[in-house]
Every structure is written in C-alpha cells, then in structure tokens.
C-alpha cells in the first residue's frame, strides 16, 4: 500500500460463535452495508480469547482488533464467559497503554444474534475512529 | 389390535411442537411435524426479547428450529394441515394434506434472488402488517425449511422468479398432495390465535394508526422489524415521548366472552415497557392493569426492577375508551386513579392481546374426537394435564390453555414422554442409523487442502469474483484442488466433494461460503461420508460477512474473500481429527423425592422401561399432596394419591427408598454412583440420570399474631378444620402474601391466590352465610382459575386490595382479635373482628437444597430454588448433563404444572437413558500434563466443573478433563499460565494462524 493512498486500517475480529457472529451473519442477511476492512475469526465463545491472541494481532500488524460476545449478564451460551473476556479485555488496555499503543485499538463490544445492526454500526464506526487515530505504529516497525 | 408404531405425530410446529419432536427424535422414535404455515418456530420467532432474562428470542429458538430441520428422525411437513385420523393408541392413520408451495424444496436453497426480484408487493404477515413482502417470499430471514412459497392469491404470474432461480425450483404448476402418516401417538400443539383487538371497538384499533397490539409492538421493537427496533410511531415514524399499555384486552372481559385470564399478558407488557426504554431510552411507559399477574419464577423481581430502575409507571384501572386527538394524533386516554377519573395524552398506545384458542380448534377436535372446554382450548384435568379425552392423543402449549414459554416446553416435553411411553416397545424400529465407511487415519500425511468456493446462485458471486478466488487459492500452500460450485450445499455438490477427496486424496476440506452456523453440520456429514474425520472440515464465510455486506465495493470484496480463504487455510493446515468420546449409559434413572411429581416421573420412566429408584426423606410417599383434601377444580387429591402410591408400589421397576437419604453422588452423566441411607445402611446405586423432585415447604409465618393466637391459621391449617367438618366461623379474614414478596423473599409464591379462592369457595359451600374477607395485593388467578376467582366474588366473598405502604394490623385486644385495613374504595380505615384469620403463607424452598446443591453441583437462585439450564427454554434441565428437576423444587406451582414438568424430566431423561452410549461432542478441551503446573486455575475457572484436578505423581497434581462434561467454550485454554490446556479445534496455534495469515499477506503486499 503506498503512503498516500487513504489509510485503510486492517481490523481482525474475534467473534463468539453463538452471538456476535450469528449477529454479523443478520448483518449480512439484512444487506447492511459496512466497509470493508475486518476479517472475522470465528471462536466458540468470546472467553477463549487469549489476549496474547490480540497481541499477537497487533504486533502483525493489524490497526485494530474487535473482540465481541454476548450480552451481559446473562446472553453467554457458556454461562459465564463474556464477563471473563470483560476482565481480560480491561487488564489488556490497561497493558497497551503501558506499551504505547492506543487502547482504543481494541474494542469489546456486546452483540445479540439480533443485533445485525449493532455489528455494522460497531465495524463502521471503528473504521472511522481508527482511520482517526492512524495506521498501528508497530507495522511500520516489522516493515522496516 | 394392531401393531404398535414407532412413530409420532406433532400437530404444530411452534416451540412447543419443536420441543416435544426433539425429545422424541433424540429418544429414538420417528416424528412428523406438521405445520400449518410455510415454516416452523411459531409465534416465538416473532418476539423481540423474553422475560425474565431479556434473551433475544430469536438466538434462543434458532438453534433449536436447525436441529429440528436437520434432524435425521424428524420429518417437517409444512404448509399442510391434517384431514382425518383412524385407529387406535399405538397405531392411527392420519391423512395430511400439503399444499401446493409452487417451490421445490430438494431444489430451492433460500438464497433469496426471487425475492428480491419480485415485482409483487404484498402485506407482511409476520411483520404483522408493518411491513412489505415479495409473493415469493420466506417467513422469516432465518426460516426453517428455508424453502421459499409462492403466495398464489398476490402472484401475477410474471415469470421473474423462475428466470432468475438458478436453482431452478420455481414449479408454477404444483399441485396439493395428500400424505398418509402411520404414527403411534400423536401430540397437539397447534398454538394459539391473538385477540383480534379491533372487536373492542372503544379502544379504536384499526381507526387510529398510533394504537398497535401488543404483537405489532414486538415487531416494533425487533431490530429485523420494520423501524429495526427503534420505538416509532406508525403515523409519522416519530419517536413517542409516551407510551400507555393496556392490559386485558380480550381477557378477563365479559363482554368479548374470554372470561379467563391470558397470563402471560402482564409480563409481556412490562418486557415490553422495559425494552421500549432500552431500545429508545426516554420514553415513557406506564401500564394500565387489573392485577399483575408476576406469578412465575422470578417474574415479581423483574416487576420490581421494571418500577424502580426503568420507572415504568403502574396504574389500577380498567380503561373505558381511548380517542385519537385530532392534528397531533396523539391518543387520549382516560382512567380512574384514586377515585378521580382523569384523563391524560400518550403518543403511542399498545394493546396487550390476549389469547384465543387457534382459529381451527373446532375442525381439528372433530378430525381428531377430541373433547374442547368452553372456550374451545383443549379439555384437559389437574392429573392428567397433556392427556386429551381420547387415548394416545397429548396437547401441550397454548392450546391447553393461555401460557408462557417456559411452561409450553415443560409441556411439551412431558407430552412427548406420555407419547413414548405407548410407544416405548417400538423404540429404534423406525429411526434412520447411517452407515458410515471406516474414518482413514491421516496422521503423519502431509496437508493434502481442498477448496470449495460457492457463488451461492448470485449471491456471492454478483459481488465477489469467485473465479478468481479459486485461482487464487490454487496458489496457497498445501492446496492440491480448488474448484467453485454453483450451490456448495446442493445434494449434486455433496457427491462431487466427495468424489474430489478420493480422486486427490484430499484430507483437509475447506468451503469458503455461507455461515457455519447452519451449513457446517451438512459439510461436516459430507466428508465423515467420504472417509474422513469431520473435524478436518473448515469454513469460511464469503457471503454473510463479505459479499451480502459489500455490494457496492466487489474488487474490495473480492480482496477480502481472498483473505478469509488464506487465513482459514491456514487453520486448516493444522487441523486433527478429533474424537468424539462415547460414555457408556447405565439404563436407570434416581428421582429424589416421592410426592405427586417424583412419583410421576418414576412412573413416566418404567412405562419406558427404565428402572427407577425413588429417595424419600418421609416414612411415606405422597410429600406435600397427603396434606391435600379438595382442590379448586373439583378433583379428588386423596384418590389419585392412593392411585398412584399404588402404582409406584406395585411397578416391578421402581424400588422406593423411604426414610432414605442420599449422602453422596459422583460420576457424570449416564454414569453416576450415589449412596443412599437406607435402614441405617449406606447403599449404592448406579443410575444414568438424577431428577431432583424435592418439592417445597410452607412458610411458618411470623406476622400477624400467627402462632400467638390460636384464632389465626395458615390456609393448609384451614383446610385441615374444614376437612374435619369443624369449621364454623361466622367472619373469616384472609391475607394474602405473608412472608412473599416482600423485600427478603420478592417473588410471589403463585398458588396462595388459588388456595384462598378455593378455601373461601369451600367455606362458601359449607356454610354460606360466612363472610370472607380477601386482603389481596394482586389477585393472581391466572388461566382458567380467573373463573373461580369472578365465581367467589359472585358468592359474595369480598376482595380487598392492600398495598406495602397500607398493610393489614392484626390485633388481639382483651381476647379480641382484630384486623384493621385501608379500604381503597371508600377510602377509609375499617376495623373487624373475624373469628378466623388465615394467613396466605408464601411457598419457600425445602431447606435442604443447599446441601444437595453442593451434592450434585448445581446452582440455586438467589432466593434458593433450584436453578435451572435456561429459564424459558430449559425449564427442567441443569446446565450438567444429565440432572433434572420439576415440581415445587424448581419454584411454586400448582399440582397440574408439577405433573407437566415431572413428566417433561422423564422424557429429557429419556433422551439419555434411551441409548446405550452417549456420543459427547468432539471439540474438548486437553491437558498437556507435562506443562501443567497444577495451579487450579482452570479448575476454578470451568463453568461445568468438567475440570477435576488428579495426581500424575506422588508429589504433583495435574488439571484432567471429564470430556463427558466440558461443552468447548475454551475459557480454560486462554486462562492456563503454561498453556498446558489446548482446546481442539480452536487450538492456540490455528487460531495464531489463522490471524498471522490474515495479516502478514497485507505487510508483504
């Protein structure tokens, strides 16, 4: 990609299986349309993800990484792991902070089977506020 | 007679008719469904939200509607109706005639082209009218069968539609088709029709486009309905700064000639006052009602939250009339409020239906000789709550009468075990085994990828360059194939895959597609056919997520299809076969408790032909009903006590256990060993199953004088005087909610309103110049009881309401007992002096649930009633495999809904005990035992508790999975310190992959 073309961030989201990515499946079956820039990794339940997954994520270079499961308190198919993930994804921001990369590189984000709008409007506005904040500086970094 | 069949009939494709199909299916019998509309899932899929949880509807039922559809034992036949039944229990013949859908089902994919080109447009029933449809249409986006229909009457016949079905299933000339069905029993669950609330013509429904029911009001607030759940209002899509609901419209009400109660009603209007505000915070709700009826479990505490934390405000009134206000179109309405009649402005006003009997009840009691009540529901009794007047014919759901959700799935499980236990000789004879080739062992081969690409009609294709993709992914390590299909998922395709993984020794397969959440079971089957492990399947989703959302971009699209191929390449790279473990199934189930439920359900079993063994605490079987002598409705409780004491004694499969106890369980699902205190003796028992049937005890209360004047009894205490032909009182007083809701116990204890109707109805019979006095917060005679209810206040017995703020005084002045209450009607304080006060007592948990919580590991709600799986869709499930509750121990409940869900246990059971061996799901989590450092983290963290810690060596102790209990949500994985936990399928090292692929292709571009 040259350097003035527009900046198109690279998003990975991880979606659980049960909520947020039936909720984007809803999203496509309604034809909303959202850009083009996240590829979706579908996992079981959004506490199985690690957040070295993120990490790893970011150190490859993505601008930014969605994690997003089911409702509190009470939506999780696994009972209880979308309040794990909430503990995990607030010490994880904690840490990037820390690390010099912006927290707001990383979204957790609650979205129902139902909720097809919510997802597009969750992917667009992250979109928009990445392209705000710039390319992951750490791309530049394993670039050079 | 005839042979037996091996095979059900389900009238009824709603939730409940799915449930009692499911239960069967999974317990080894045919089922056939049939449906009267073009898809199943019922009233249910049109709800936004459900309470007490606020579950979105639709992501609870979906799951279940796809199992159904793919089920190999169930076969749905929509859009039909039933003609004529002959025969007998155990074997009718049943005529079914499926109307012409002018759309081949083995054809049509549900891709939706037709749709969209479809020049009709036409009134959208399932948006209730809010929204239009094409006249080739689906129900619903996520429709099962997803076939499409033809609406015949709006058709014009264009063409279009078959010009464009790639598919080619558009068949213009279909005809009817009659089917003949042989089944052994048969199960109604035809559901139930709203009230059409143009009727009540003082309300203006149909006049004025700002009053919707309560059913236009769910799809309002649907995010797949027509504003995408925003709170508008159809006049001039504004948002209303105020909403009225008003209840009992069509119920309780003379006049339109449903005297009963709908019960569900109260609920549904404050979910719906609740959710209005989440989807569109800053309206305002207030509810007109009668009495909320928040009887079920945990309903009053949401009734709370809905007054204090959304501040939706209640109002006692009946409303009159309601009138639209000319240019602002605002809804007037007019009520009485402390004696005043006011008057006040909504924007929007939302009727709460109620229920009607389906609009076919009369035909399909005629086709099928079975006895309607009054007001056409199905006729049914206290102990026999599923059966109908004629044998091997069984009703669940509404059309038993008006119900919630909860109580239909209970419903209808227990219908599907009263079903089987005809039937139960018949088991396996009629269900569909497949033969599969032996798996081929792939280990130590190198990746071996095969890539399917689909365009999905246009679907994928009209966006995405598929042709591309597929020259694309030929370029990807480790492919050796990539083609692209059509339709991936047609039957022409499935035989093509296959062929492909022999002729290229394939041994990953990839389809890059639609979503896994429906089409993964099918490639998953395909290539299990083929000879390989179904976990060497992988897809990715190219149409959901990628070319359905980016139509207007498709070199952007096409670039991301690409992308997705290569990650999930990758992950494929690594992917192994995985064992689905297998457990062996002891065939006999332990119930723990024997009254009327525990009894039930040990019969339901061993009619199944599964032993059974009963703990009873007491010296005697019978728990809670020995205390029984009349029941509202008119049956003999001591009878069928004796009946079925009878029963259980003289069954040769049940073995009853009283003055036992059980004092420790251990093992998991089909294989548990418990010991029991029996004779002063520990004893052990092996079982498949545990069902939990420990019932409820009364609240001894410490309020009104209770216990310090002899004068003042508990209900159970009156109906003992009364049996005992010693009452005499000429004044009665009773109370109702001592000890529930109240700040420590919220919940209402739902059967105190039925037994003082009932014990005021008694005292009315033997001595009707007694007065009896009602103190009531809510009267909460739900269902058909609403007629004792109206039949009491006609015999004179005077109801009073009291509220927290004004509560009743007892007194005991010089020997003189005393009750002092706020009258609200004539607004002032009155005194009397009953000979007898009755204390409504409130229904609270057995105190040894604690104990046998922490036995069998299951959880307890706050207030500590058993907690079940899911409360609307598991009502007598655990969320561990394999352990059950139903009756009083689950929360309070009338005789004829313990009955239904001590029945439902039975036949969740079955589906277990039914087997000789459990095939558990393959993806698990495992330990590495070499890293694991045994710091119990995972252990902690495992919502099953399908970790148990075990010793490798004398000093070190190592995580070890239960695969039987652990469901693969992978929390334990991400949470171990030294990664010694992976979970298959969604290893540490594919997901890695497939992230790094995603990416790393960007960077070197």
Redesign the interface.
């Known amino acids: 990609?040259s350097e003035k073309e527009e900046f198109e961030p690279?998003i990975?989201g991880f979606l659980c299986?049960?909520?947020a990515?039936?909720g984007?499946?809803?999203?496509?079956?309604?034809?909303?349309?959202?850009?083009?820039n996240i590829?979706?990794?579908?996992?079981?339940?959004s506490?199985?993800?690690?957040p070295?997954?993120i990490l790893?994520?970011l150190k490859?270079?993505?601008d930014g990484v969605l994690v997003a499961g089911c409702h509190l308190p009470?939506?999780c198919?696994?009972?209880?792991?979308n309040f794990?993930a909430l503990r995990?994804i607030k010490l994880l921001k904690k840490v990037l902070e820390q690390f010099g990369i912006e927290p707001e590189r990383v979204r957790l984000e609650w979205i129902?089977?139902?909720?097809?709008?919510?997802f597009?409007t969750v992917v667009k506005d992250m979109v928009d506020q990445i392209k705000k904040i710039g390319p992951n500086p750490l791309?530049g970094g394993?670039?050079a | 007679m005839k042979d037996k069949v091996g095979a059900v009939l389900v009238v009824g494709g709603g939730i409940a008719g799915i449930q009692a199909a499911l239960d069967l299916a999974d317990s080894g019998f045919r089922v056939y469904v049939v449906e009267d509309t073009p898809s199943i899932g019922g009233t249910m899929t049109q709800l936004d939200k459900t309470f007490p949880t606020n579950d979105c509807a639709m992501c609870i039922l979906a799951p279940k509607l796809v199992g159904a559809g793919r089920h190999a034992n169930i076969h749905l036949i929509t859009n039909a109706e039933i003609r004529k039944v002959e025969g007998e229990a155990g074997n009718f013949k049943v005529t079914v005639t499926r109307r012409a859908r002018y759309v081949d089902s083995e054809k049509c994919t549900g891709c939706g082209v037709c749709a969209q080109e479809c020049p009709v447009e036409a009134i959208d029933e399932y948006d209730e009218g809010l929204n239009r449809r094409s006249a080739i249409f689906v129900k619903y986006l996520q429709a099962v069968p997803s076939t499409f229909i033809i609406d015949r009457e709006k058709c014009i016949g264009c063409g279009t539609c078959q010009e464009v079905c790639r598919a080619d299933a558009v068949r213009y000339e279909d005809k009817d088709e009659h089917v003949e069905l042989n089944v052994g029993a048969i199960i109604l669950a035809p559901g139930f029709e709203e009230y059409n609330p143009s009727l009540k013509s003082e309300y203006g429904y149909g006049r004025y486009p700002n009053i919707v029911s309560s059913i236009e009001f769910e799809r309002i607030l649907s995010a797949t309905g027509p504003y995408s759940g925003v709170v508008l209002r159809p006049s001039d899509g504004k948002i209303p700064k105020k909403i009225a609901f008003i209840q009992c419209v069509g119920s309780r009400d003379e006049t339109t000639g449903n005297t009963y109660c709908s019960s569900a009603c109260c609920m549904y209007g404050i979910k719906e006052a609740v959710i209005a505000q989440e989807h569109t915070p800053g309206v305002e709700c207030t509810i007109f009602f009668m009495d909320i009826r928040a009887y079920g479990k945990e309903f009053d505490a949401y009734y709370n939250r809905a007054k204090e934390e959304y501040k939706v405000r209640f109002v006692r009134s009946r409303i009159p009339k309601v009138e639209e206000v000319p240019g602002s179109r605002n809804l007037l309405v007019r009520y009485v409020a402390e004696g005043e009649l006011k008057e006040e402005e909504f924007g929007l006003v939302v009727l709460s239906v109620g229920m009607r009997p389906p609009k076919y009840a009369k035909e399909l009691a005629e086709i099928l000789g079975i006895k309607l009540n009054k007001y056409n529901f199905c006729s049914t009794n206290t102990f026999s709550p599923l059966g109908t007047s004629r044998h091997g014919i069984y009703v669940c759901g509404a059309f038993a009468g008006p119900k919630d959700i909860p109580e239909s799935v209970a419903q209808a499980s227990g219908a599907a075990a009263e079903a089987a236990s005809i039937i139960a000789s018949e088991r396996g004879k009629l269900a569909t085994v497949k033969k599969l080739p032996p798996e081929k062992d792939v280990s130590g081969e190198k990746p071996r990828v095969g890539v399917f690409v689909c365009h999905c009609g246009i679907n994928i294709g009209g966006t995405v360059n598929v042709p591309e993709v597929v020259e694309y992914a030929k370029t990807l390590p480790d492919v050796v194939y990539a083609e692209h299909n059509l339709y991936t998922c047609s039957e022409d395709t499935q035989k093509r895959i296959r062929e492909k993984i022999e002729e290229f020794n394939l041994n990953r397969v990839i389809v890059a597609s639609c979503t896994p959440r429906t089409h993964e079971p099918l490639f998953r089957e395909t290539v299990r056919e083929a000879g390989l492990n179904p976990y060497l399947f992988e897809m990715t989703n190219i149409r959901d997520q990628c070319s359905w959302v980016h139509i207007r971009e498709p070199k952007k699209a096409t670039e991301k299809a690409k992308d997705l191929v290569r990650s999930i390449v990758a992950k494929a790279r690594l992917l192994r076969p995985l064992k689905k473990p297998t457990v062996n199934v002891i065939p006999a189930g332990l119930i723990i408790g024997g009254g009327i439920v525990g009894m039930t359900a040990a019969l339901e079993l061993a009619r199944q032909g599964f032993e059974v063994h009963v703990v009873e605490k007491e010296k005697e079987l019978g728990g809670h009903l020995r205390t029984l002598h009349y029941l509202l409705e008119g049956e003999d409780p001591k009878e069928q006590l004796s009946k079925t004491v009878k029963q259980v004694m003289e069954n040769d499969k049940i073995h009853v256990y009283l003055g036992a106890q059980v004092v420790d369980v251990s093992g998991f699902v089909g294989n548990f060993k418990s010991k029991i205190m029996f004779n002063g003796e520990e004893k052990e028992i092996e079982h498949g199953i545990i069902i939990v049937a420990t019932g409820a005890v009364e609240y001894k209360p410490t309020e009104y004088l209770y216990g310090l004047d002899l004068r003042v009894l508990t209900q159970h205490e009156l109906e003992e005087k009364i049996s005992k032909e010693e009452f005499k009182a000429e004044k009665v007083v009773m109370i109702q909610c001592v000890g529930a809701r109240t700040k420590e116990r919220p919940n209402c204890s739902r059967i105190c309103c039925g037994q003082a109707i009932k014990n005021a109805l008694k005292i009315k019979e033997v001595r009707p110049e007694t007065d009896v006095y009602i103190l009531y917060k809510d009267v909460r005679s739900y269902g058909f009881k609403e007629d004792y209810y109206r039949k009491a206040a006609e015999k004179g017995v005077l109801f009073i309401n009291y509220d927290d703020e004004r509560k009743p005084q007892a007194t005991n002045e010089n020997a003189k007992l005393k009750i002092k209450f706020w009258e609200p009607v004539i607004k002032t304080e009155v005194e009397i002096e009953p000979n007898l006060l009755i204390l409504s007592a409130a229904t609270i948990p057995n105190p040894d649930n604690k104990q046998l919580s922490e036995m069998l590991k299951v959880p307890l709600t706050k207030g500590g009633f058993f907690l079940e799986a899911h409360m609307k869709l598991r009502p007598v499930d655990f969320a561990t495999d394999g352990v059950f509750l139903c009756g009083m121990a689950h929360s309070p409940k009338y005789i004829d809904e313990s009955i239904a869900q001590a029945c439902a246990a039975s036949a969740r059971a079955a589906t277990i005990l039914s087997k000789k061996a459990l095939e558990m799901e393959g993806i698990v989590a495992n330990v590495d035992e070499d890293l694991c450092s045994g710091c119990r983290i995972c252990e902690s963290l495992c919502p099953y508790s399908a970790i148990e810690m075990k010793e490798q060596t004398e000093e070190k102790r190592v995580a070890h999975v239960i695969e039987a209990l652990c469901k693969g949500c992978g929390v334990c994985g991400t949470a171990c310190p030294t990664k010694a936990v992976t979970m298959g399928h969604f290893t540490t090292d594919e997901i890695m992959a497939q992230v790094k692929a995603t990416l790393v292709e960007e960077i070197k571009a």
Not at chain 1, 39 to 45: A, G, L, S, T, Y
Not at chain 1, 47 to 50: A, F, H, I, L, Q
């Open positions: 990609m690279k990975i299986n049960w909520c990515y039936a984007a499946d809803l999203a496509g079956v309604s034809r909303m349309q959202y850009p083009p590829r979706i990794v579908r996992v079981m339940c506490g199985r993800v690690d070295s997954f790893e994520a490859d270079g993505a009470s939506d198919h696994y009972i209880s792991g794990k995990r129902s089977a139902s909720e097809g709008d919510k597009a791309k394993i670039e």
